[in-house]
């Protein structure tokens, strides 16, 4: 029988303390209309249920017609938060069962949605708002008994949510939606997972000007306050639950990496937007890889937003190409990171210290013919202090692989990626920015201006496109192929921390189950309805590898699988005996 936080009698029935109303009021115990005679008349719940028994395909079918019959996506997450905040079971089997229709509702793209009208759609709470005011209070608020079987929390400051900026409280969407994906992907248990805002304050106007919103009407607190805060909540976390596993999401570039290096080895907690991205971007290289047969030794990268996603991706690519022999210098120049003010270049101010590894060096661009203004052909010699626009780079290093991280809708115009195709048989190209409205280009029109030639990820689903003369669902290159394994993997075997050597064995893994390598005319990554299956795969080589790295024990490979298996819930109807 799967791990549960709850406790059983011998023959597996759950023994439940709660009746009436309040067992009918807990999302993680209700059955609705499921609830047997026996268990009616044990808890007290006749009366308060319509006489009618159903099973949960029933319910399932019932929720599916009123879920269908809704006008918009924004509608969809409503009712899907409602499910979830009801009866937990009942969503999560729903989810399970049509999990390709409503990812995109679910997270990304609706999820952005979701945040931005959080305050307004506001109905119950779920997880911990935690404010600056409430500094003094953190070990109190954690220290409930609610909170006892918590063994994931997903947390952020709401400062940099998907492409939308800052949304304060209304970030909170985030961490709920990652944390259905851990359990509908992952089978993390419902129980175990703990949703956490750090509500350090917003400098959204709009936001703290509404009388709606719900957090802390204050400016953003940054500098010493700021830090001192969020070390208050990290010494509170590893005291209470020393063996949890954090997850860092959507903080703002100036936070991201330095709080990522300054708690990864004090708990076992990693950043998804800087990792996780890295891992799904580089798994979908490595399929890409397969079908254009060109190694990964020989690609040349430009990424496009030199932000902490940027140089996330940028290093796990880099140490792969290391770990496929070329030298540490030698991998460096395969990379061309672009940001706002153009190719990072040796001389160039405000270089953050963790794009210096990607910073190319004056004499690399020394014979480079520029644009000027962005008109071609290209007529002007590089010198210092002189802009490298993307289309400069385009023209000059000829790149295999153009990934897009920067948020800018558009950014990747047809004459950029036209340029790029001149120069490559099969480009690779990734327009990763979230949600839909912010991707740097649309599937379709990539195609079109390759000839059908361009192997495409996406960070959000866009509609299938025409490719010789059938429907093509295009990847979506997003996180939830890989953190819900991670995840697993760690609380499988136990992991004390997480490595980047983790995270590129999940890309590899991710790579392995490529459907391109069978057919060079599939799709880069597995479908979205098998993710469940791609997370027990990728649980198995991330707990591997921490093995390997010794930050996890060794376990034979039948067992560590059994261990795997053994924490992966079902969203099924227990039986219920009062105790």
């Known amino acids: 029988m799967p791990l549960t936080p709850f406790q059983t009698s011998p023959d597996g029935t759950l023994l439940v303390a709660q009746s009436g109303t309040e067992l009918l009021t807990n999302p993680l115990l209700n059955k609705g209309t499921a609830f ?50 009801t009866n937990e079971t009942l969503f999560y089997a729903l989810l399970a069962t049509h999990l390709e229709e409503m990812l995109p509702v679910i997270y990304t793209p609706t999820v952005g949605q979701g945040c931005e009208l959080f305050s307004r759609i506001y109905r119950r709470p779920r997880g911990l708002f935690l404010s600056v005011p409430l500094a003094d209070q953190l070990p109190q608020i954690i220290a409930h008994p609610r909170y006892d079987a918590v063994e994931v929390i997903v947390v952020t400051d709401g400062e940099r949510i998907l492409g939308l900026g800052d949304q304060g409280a209304g970030g909170m969407g985030i961490p709920i939606g990652k944390l259905s994906l851990y359990t509908a992907c992952g089978g993390i248990h419902p129980a175990t ?20 919103y719900i957090g802390w009407h204050h400016p953003r607190v940054r500098g010493a306050e700021y830090d001192a805060f969020i070390e208050e909540f990290i010494a509170a976390v590893t005291k209470r639950w020393p063996n949890v596993l954090l997850q860092f999401e959507d903080f703002a570039r100036a936070n991201a990496s330095r709080l990522l290096e300054r708690y990864r080895d004090r708990l076992c907690s990693f950043n998804d937007d800087i990792q996780g991205t890295a891992a799904v971007a580089t798994g979908a290289l490595l399929s890409a890889i397969a079908v254009t047969g060109m190694p990964l030794s020989q690609q040349r990268v430009c990424i496009v937003g030199a932000g902490t996603a940027g140089c996330g991706i940028a290093s796990l690519i880099h140490a792969a190409m290391r770990e496929e022999g070329l030298s540490q210098e030698a ?18 101010e405000g270089l953050l210290p963790f794009q210096r590894p990607f910073v190319r060096g004056r004499k690399d661009v020394a014979g480079w013919r520029l644009g000027e ?37 558009g950014l990747f115009s047809e004459p950029i990626v036209r340029a790029m195709a001149k120069h490559v048989e099969r480009p690779i190209i990734f327009p990763l920015s979230n949600p839909t409205s912010r991707s740097e280009a649309a599937p379709e029109d990539l195609y079109r201006w390759t000839e059908g030639r361009a192997l495409v990820g996406v960070g ?77 795969k990728v649980a198995f080589a991330v707990a591997r590898q921490a093995a390997t790295e010794g930050l996890a024990p060794e376990i034979e490979p039948a067992a560590l699988i059994g261990r795997i298996h053994a924490r992966m819930w079902t969203p099924r109807y227990a039986a219920y005996r009062a105790g």
Not at 387 to 403: G, R
Not at 486 to 495: F, I, K, P, Q, R
């Open 460 to 536: 959000s689903p866009f509609p299938p496109v025409m490719r010789k003369g059938r429907p093509f669902k295009t990847d979506q290159t997003n996180n939830s192929y890989i953190f819900p394994g991670v995840g697993l993997g760690v609380l499988a075997c136990g992991a004390r921390r997480i490595s980047d050597g983790m995270f590129l064995a999940a890309a590899r893994t991710l790579a392995a189950n490529s459907p391109a390598r069978n057919d060079p005319e599939a799709n880069l990554l597995p479908p979205v309805a098998s993710l469940r299956f791609v997370a027990e």
């Open 36 to 85: 047997t005679e026996d268990e009616r008349r044990s808890f007290g719940l006749n009366g308060l249920l319509p006489p009618q028994i159903a099973s949960l395909e029933e319910q399932l079918s019932r929720r599916y017609t009123a879920y269908r019959a809704l006008g918009d996506d924004l509608s969809k997450y409503i009712f899907l938060r409602e499910m979830q905040d």
């Open 373 to 409: 203004g962005g008109n071609w052909p290209w007529s002007k010699s590089w010198r210092p202090g002189r802009t490298i626009t993307l289309q400069d780079v385009v023209a000059n290093a000829k790149p295999t692989v153009l990934i897009g991280v920067t948020g800018q809708r």
């Open 331 to 348: 991998a460096s120049q395969r990379f061309f990171l672009v940001d706002c003010d153009g190719l990072l270049v040796d001389g160039m």
């Open 193 to 212: 997972t703990l949703p956490i805002l750090l509500d350090v304050g917003t400098d959204n106007e709009e936001r703290r000007n509404d009388p709606l």
